[in-house]
């Protein structure tokens, strides 16, 4: 999302709070609910959080007076609720163990009918299979970071934004998480060609 | 009917290529949480039609702007368009506003409510004229702008403005002497969408290269347009072609009542 449009929303956020949260979600709710869904891996419990993340956003909003409606930087902001509302989820599966449940990975998104024929439509959504399980199988600390930087697309600037540390510690989770990836689909790193930190 | 969750990035490998669409009433069911009321924003669906996918946006009460999917344009480019030209966010949506699917499937919309106050006095009534306009049947450019009430100049710009693809009819509008007037969308599409109305082009087509612009009946002495439900029920021997109003009337033929061709 370029500068202007992230300018226009705030300044809409500041002056009509209704009309706002409504761009808002429009226009972040899918990088909300990918995020989620990548790091928890359960549809379900991914439209669950991300229902959570923007009320917990509506609610703040409405607390927080127009100029600092105006000075925020709406995705890293609200992707940094999302990680909130994820560690909070954890936190409370950890401490209700039966809750917990196994996440299971959408097939029925990986095979969308989309434009490749069937040959390889099978080794994309077996490729993308591959990748999101291995994804699963980062511990927390690494996923989070590299789900942002890779999945959703944030700059490292947001990174850091979002996991409220240096930029520099930012690259350096990443990075250490792609290579985890990397071990963990040894024998297909070509899925990650072209992909650096 | 739907052909929701499309995922954009699913051609692309690697781990940007994970984009996932959230469930189809995602958005709607947060703001319906967060209560927003449901009058400041509308919800749009994608439905397939003959010519590919229409995008349909709507407030509570009334279809507010459709798109077709056919130069590309992705869900997000629908949205941002959407926004453009109404000003109002548009959030995907489980369900489609009453009536629109029927509508699509029989081409009959002239009923549905269909928003055009962002629009002048001018371009609305020609947009309602071509509303009108009944499912399989072609207008002229003249004909909209009589029942407009306007300067026929008026009407191409008017309809090139055509806030709700397929459900206003702008691909019935032909010009004078019957060429179609593709003014809101592809000529491809256009042709598209009258041949899935059945409008037999092949006819069109024909009746244009003999320069016939009415069709008259010599047993009933009425001249229709070609398309008219009557004209099509005039047997070949009793045909009469007309290529002006003036000169059918010279002839001593009536205007039909139903299709309500110009007069001199």
């Known amino acids: ?106 097939t029925a ?11 390889e439509l099978a080794a994309l959504a077996d490729d993308r299979r591959r ?46 998480g792609l290579r985890a990836l990397r071990r963990l689909l040894e024998p297909e790193t070509a899925l990650l060609e072209g992909v650096t930190p | 009917m739907r052909s929701d969750h499309e995922a954009p990035g699913a051609a692309r ?14 958005a709607v069911r947060v703001l319906r949480r967060a209560g927003v009321p449901r009058e400041t924003y509308d919800t749009y669906v994608r439905l397939d039609t003959a010519v590919g996918a229409l995008f349909v946006a709507a407030s509570p009460e009334a279809v507010t702007g459709a798109a077709l999917d056919t130069d590309g344009s992705t869900a997000t480019a629908f949205e941002e368009l959407h926004r453009a030209r109404t000003g109002r966010s548009a959030l995907r949506s489980a369900r489609a506003f009453p009536g629109v699917v029927t509508a ?44 407009a009430g306007t300067a026929p100049e008026a009407v191409a710009g008017a309809v090139a403005q055509n806030p709700a693809a397929v459900l206003i009819p702008s691909h019935r509008v032909t010009y004078d002497d019957g060429t179609p007037c593709d003014a809101a969308h592809l000529p491809d599409t256009g042709d598209a969408l009258r041949a899935a109305e059945g409008i037999d082009l092949r006819r069109v087509a024909e009746l244009h290269r003999r320069g016939v612009v009415f069709l008259g009946s010599d047993t009933t002495r009425i001249y229709c347009h070609p398309t008219c439900a009557h004209a099509r029920r005039i047997t070949p021997p009793h045909q009469v072609p007309f290529s002006t109003a003036r000169e059918a009337g010279l002839a001593g033929y009536r205007a039909c009542r139903s299709c309500r061709p110009l007069t001199v």
């Open chain 1, 131 to 176: 990748l999101v399980t291995a994804l699963l199988k980062l511990p927390e600390h690494h996923r989070t970071p590299v789900v942002l930087r890779h999945v959703v697309g944030l700059s490292y600037r947001e990174v850091a934004e979002v996991q409220q540390c240096a930029v520099g510690t930012a690259k350096a989770q990443v990075s250490r």
């Open chain 1, 1 to 106: 999302m370029d500068e202007k449009a992230e300018r226009q929303l705030t300044e809409l956020l500041a002056t009509n709070l209704d009309g706002g949260f409504t761009e808002l979600v429009r226009v972040h709710g899918r990088a909300v609910y990918t995020f989620l869904l990548r790091v928890c891996g359960s549809a379900t419990e991914a439209d669950d959080l991300g229902q959570d993340t923007f009320l917990r956003a509506y609610t703040a909003l409405q607390v927080y007076g127009p100029e600092r409606r105006r000075a925020l930087r709406p995705r890293a902001w609200l992707l940094a609720i999302a990680a909130n509302v994820w560690r909070n989820h954890l936190r409370t599966c950890s401490r209700r163990p039966a809750l917990a449940g196994v996440p299971v990975e959408d």
């Open chain 1, 109 to 119: 998104e990986a095979r969308s009918d989309h434009r490749p024929g069937p040959a």
């Open chain 2, 104 to 147: 699509l499937r029989t081409g009959r919309a002239r009923r549905l409510p269909i928003d055009l106050s962002p629009h002048g006095p001018v371009e609305r009534a020609v947009l309602e004229a071509v509303r009108s306009v009944p499912v399989g049947q072609l207008r002229p450019v003249g004909w909209i702008a009589q029942e």
């Open chain 2, 13 to 26: 490998p690697g781990p940007a290529g994970l984009t996932a669409e959230p469930p189809a009433d995602f």
